[in-house]
């Protein structure tokens, strides 16, 4: 594979699939892997079967990579090999039969509103840093953002006065997401830090910097919420993520229509969304279990 066709199919990631800059390089790291593959074993894009490529998976399996992740790099082939026949660079589409693995429903993990509260209530809200986090915690909930787009937002894309913020999410796609009271104060309650802060050229029209006046990135965002965690005694796999599907979650269990989450969350397709409804199933089912009269235990009567 030359820089020739990879820088082509860049060009065919970002502007006509419409992927973003991190999507475009998960799938080229992806695609190094085969190449990897292709090189040791000496071919050509144009000798390459679908055989080899169920040997490339069975290589990939064997090196106890997540059936996940494995269907991920599928996707990536598929996707390499399609724009390959568009581009005449081969005729024949070897990936065009090649299956992903089944991948079970794993539902992702949620908070409930106590632990987001205990969460919130070891930030030191009197620092600088403690104020811009607890506004971060506090929008990424309320408003269940990725931490890429959080991570990105502007003040240009703030309209509290209507009580929007506008997003851009994958694919540089933009929606408007309702934004809470509470988001709203938490994060006026950092400006009044961050406009004493000395801001890097470049980046002010940023709403949340780093110690050295630039955007904060998604590891220190990341590194601060996992400390948050632990000193919360918070014994769950705890992300940014993980807000965002409490927001979903906590939407759903209140009756909120799926299809509103969807557009909040910034879905394509429903079926993404779906998955709260299993996280919904589950909560009413462990509701069902402690009330219902038939799922009591009886206690023994005293002899």
Sequence with gaps: MDSEKIDKYKRYLLLEKGLSKNSIEAYLADLQKLQDFIEHRNLSLAEIKLAHLE????ELHDSQIKARSVARIISGIKSFFHFLVLDDYIQNNPSQLLEAPKIG???????SVEEID??????DVSTAEGARNYAIVETLYSCGLRVSELTNLRFSDLFFDEGFIRVQGKGDKQRLVPISETAIGKIKNYLLHRNQQTVKKGSEDVVFLSSRGTAISRVTVFYYIKQYADAAAINKEIS????????????????AN?????????????????????????????????????NRVSKPSAL
């Design 118 to 123: 205990s969460i919130l209530g070891v930030i």
């Design 240 to 255: 940014p993520h993980v807000f965002r599907h409490s927001f979903a979650t906590h939407l759903l269990e209140r009756g």
């Design 258 to 294: 799926i299809r509103v989450i969807q557009e909040m969350l910034g879905h394509e397709k429903i079926t993404t969304t779906e998955i709260y409804t299993h996280i919904d199933r589950s909560f009413l089912r462990q509701e069902i279990i402690e009330h219902h009269p038939r």
């Design 105 to 111: 429903l794993k539902l992702p993990v949620v908070l």
């Design 55 to 58: 040997e490339f998976l069975a």
